[in-house]
């Protein structure tokens, strides 16, 4: 097999503790006027706030050690704005590395687009490059704030479990799988992956064991109301004002996406039941998942209570890696070509039309530029603190793949970020790809399952040199 590029790996270093500096801040990214939500094929126009979206900010050193991470309320993280927020830092924080900024998306769709050309606008709308503009400003500020607010603190890592996620995936018995199919016929027979129901956390302390905040990461992309004409950051707006009800309203909540390419907070099998159990509890959709997390929580917080740590290994490692590109086939060029034919004839009041043709164009795009262009280059991060690792990656990445990792990892627990520091499709596994659907056909990808293995093994290397 052919290698591809390890970009700026950094050397293999001691890794000792010393005393952690942790800083924090919060910011409003909720525009005052209607914008364009991302996150389905047709165009949406905000009519109303439902719950603002936010930007938390999580600023941590260690002697000359550094990360800010910022978990924002959007569907993905655009290059741009990574861009955007780096030149900007390097100008108003020259003492933070900007290299060292990791950005990430809880995916919900009911959050403005930040990129151009998916939708066709109306005039009196917030363009997606305003937004990045109004991102690069508010984001800006609050990773000057959390990284100013820096002081001594301790830090704890626990493991939950809350049902959150399901493999919203069904093969049927002709081999194939979609996404959100009817199960009630005999052609049905099960689900194509795994769940992963764990909670990774981690609390972050005052020396005088304060609680300022928790990260939560979980299997589960933040969609349960994601076709709805209301700016909201679905789940994780129920989730804070939960735990913040708990541990106080003054509590940073850090929500981080796992590996959950394949998952949805949408309900498979059962579905009258859990409806009717919502309604006899009085909970939401979204209050209910809140609540299984804030539980989760709540059910380990003693633990984490007891073991609070203020010195911890702490090591930030960056580098490039180039991943093989998923290749289009002549066979599918040319069914891409057939489908732009046929949306051209379509009415262009076809809600979905555009974002199709877009869609279908690419791929051909990628046919005629994929021999010159063979590698897929992505921003990977991989922090280790304490006995735990922290990894990223730009995918909406298959469940398998972090499996993977976690069982591989030396860490005592893994936290894998997806949808981080760039925005790269999904990446499907090899049987998911056979099974075909939305998210592993190739329209859906810019690498497959040869990169998502390289991918696997690369971020281990990593993690494992952190844990020698």
Known sequence: MKRFAVMMAAAC??????????????????PDKPVPLAGQFHTRVSKSVHDPVTATALAITSGSEQA???SLDVVAVDTHLMESLRARLKTTLPEFDSGKLIVNATHTHTAPEMREGNYQIPDGVLKPSEFVELLTDRVGGAVAEAWKARRPAGISWALGHAVVGYNRRSVMSDGKATMYAKLDRPEFLGFEGYEDHALELLF??????????IGV????????????????????DDTRKQLRARYGSDLFVFPMASAAGDQSPHVQLRKAAESR??????????????????????????????DVRTEAPFVHRTEELRLPVRKVTATEMESAKAEYARLEKAPATQGSRFALMN????????????????????????????????????????????????????????????????????????????????????????????????????????INSLFE
């Open 13 to 30: 270093l001691p890794v000792c503790a010393a005393e952690l500096m942790v800083g924090w801040a919060q910011v409003n990214i909720t």
């Open 68 to 70: 800010v991470m910022v």
């Open 204 to 213: 972050f302390w005052t020396p005088e064991r304060k609680l300022t905040g």
């Open 217 to 236: 990461n979980l299997a589960c992309p933040s969609q349960v109301v994601e076709g709805q004409y209301y700016v909201s950051a679905d789940f994780w």
């Open 277 to 306: 159990m919502r309604q006899r509890l009085n909970l939401s959709e979204t209050a209910q998942i809140a609540r299984r997390i804030s539980l989760a929580v709540e059910e380990v917080y003693p633990a984490a209570a007891a």
């Open 359 to 462: 869609r279908a164009r690419k791929v051909m795009e990628r046919y005629r530029t994929q021999d010159s262009a063979p590698e897929y280059p992505i921003e990977l991060h991989v922090i280790r603190l304490g006995d735990v690792a922290l990894a990223t990656n730009p995918f909406e990445l298959f469940l398998d793949y972090g499996i993977r990792m976690k069982a591989r990892s030396r860490a005592e627990q893994t936290f894998l970020v997806q949808l981080a520091c760039g925005t790269s499709g999904y990446l499907p596994t090899a049987k998911a790809v056979a099974a075909g659907g939305y998210g592993a056909e190739v329209a859906s990808n810019q690498v497959g399952p040869e990169g998502g293995q390289i991918l696997v093994d690369r971020t281990l290397a990593v």
